[in-house]
């Protein structure tokens, strides 16, 4: 039966350049001018705050989250490569009292953020199901005891239920949004982002902006803006400044 990957890669085999080698997962990127990107230019903020997760990420031990991985590939040991101990390193950087996760999924990421979060922190993980339905799930019951990590079902794509977490939003130190990349929801987010007022200028985190479905996303943002794939995930790892341009 041909299934809808194999028909993908099928396609895109016939009708457009043929991947130039073989490994477990590929992906469709492109490249473009820097010059004429509106907002390629990283802040002075976005610079000395990415050197120090930089220089955290290469020391952060997440060891105890891989033995919670039933079989390899145990993404938390590969850096460069995958973007988990640059997330660490943001944590120990920032010092974050609020931090929003966008896509719960196995749990990985939230355990990273979570390991050196202050313990007067919070982080809040969004997602469409509970983690409980994830069969690969890596987060326990027991991770949630100490009211620091939360999850919280809803789409933030849709503007009521954006609506009714706007204030927690407009607090948040850190974000890091790793959605569906559907070229719907992730535009959708960072337009309602566009309307809120925070409280202490966050950072965002943006995933796979090297994916084909986040190029002209990530190509778009108007605000400053650092690409830290070699430091982060192979499909592409973005820091956006989301404080105000004129402060």
């Given at each position: 039966?041909?299934?809808?990957?194999?028909?993908?890669?099928?396609?895109?085999?016939?009708?457009?350049?043929?991947?130039?080698?073989?490994?477990?997962h590929i992906e469709y990127?492109?490249?473009?001018?820097?010059?004429?990107?509106?907002?390629?230019?990283?802040?002075?903020?976005?610079?000395?705050?990415?050197?120090?997760?930089?220089?955290?990420?290469?020391?952060?031990?997440?060891?105890?989250?891989?033995?919670?991985?039933?079989?390899?590939?145990?993404?938390?040991?590969?850096?460069?490569?995958?973007?988990?101990?640059?997330?660490?390193?943001?944590?120990?950087?920032?010092?974050?009292?609020?931090?929003?996760?966008?896509?719960?999924?196995?749990?990985?990421?939230?355990?990273?953020?979570?390991?050196?979060?202050?313990?007067?922190?919070?982080?809040i993980t969004f997602d469409?199901?509970?983690?409980?339905?994830?069969?690969?799930?890596?987060?326990?019951?027991?991770?949630?005891?100490?009211?620091?990590?939360?999850?919280?079902?809803?789409?933030?794509?849709?503007?009521?239920?954006?609506?009714?977490?706007?204030?927690?939003?407009?607090?948040?130190?850190?974000?890091?949004?790793?959605?569906?990349?559907?070229?719907?929801?992730?535009?959708?987010?960072?337009?309602?982002?566009?309307?809120?007022?925070?409280?202490?200028s966050p950072l965002l985190?943006?995933?796979?902006?090297?994916?084909?479905?986040?190029?002209?996303?990530?190509?778009?943002?108007?605000?400053?803006?650092?690409?830290?794939?070699?430091?982060?995930?192979?499909?592409?790892?973005?820091?956006?400044?989301?404080?105000?341009?004129?402060?």
């Amino acid at each position: 039966m041909l299934t809808l990957k194999k028909l993908k890669n099928k396609l895109l085999k016939k009708y457009f350049l043929p991947f130039p080698f073989l490994c477990r997962h590929i992906e469709y990127s492109i490249i473009a001018s820097a010059d004429d990107d509106i907002a390629v230019n990283p802040s002075h903020r976005l610079l000395d705050i990415s050197v120090k997760a930089i220089q955290h990420a290469q020391t952060v031990d997440l060891s105890d989250i891989t033995k919670r991985m039933g079989e390899p590939p145990y993404y938390l040991d590969i850096w460069p490569g995958e973007h988990y101990r640059l997330l660490a390193g943001f944590i120990k950087t920032i010092k974050p009292k609020l931090v929003i996760e966008i896509g719960t999924a196995t749990g990985l990421s939230a355990l990273a953020l979570l390991k050196f979060l202050p313990s007067n922190s919070r982080l809040i993980t969004f997602d469409i199901i509970p983690w409980q339905t994830i069969p690969e799930a890596v987060l326990k019951e027991e991770d949630f005891k100490d009211g620091c990590l939360e999850q919280r079902l809803g789409n933030l794509a849709d503007p009521n239920i954006f609506s009714n977490n706007k204030n927690i939003l407009e607090k948040a130190d850190l974000i890091f949004c790793d959605g569906p990349k559907d070229c719907i929801f992730e535009q959708s987010f960072l337009d309602n982002m566009d309307k809120l007022n925070f409280a202490n200028s966050p950072l965002l985190i943006l995933d796979d902006i090297k994916v084909w479905n986040m190029l002209k996303i990530w190509r778009n943002i108007k605000k400053p803006k650092l690409d830290l794939s070699s430091f982060g995930h192979w499909t592409g790892t973005g820091l956006v400044d989301l404080e105000p341009i004129t402060k």
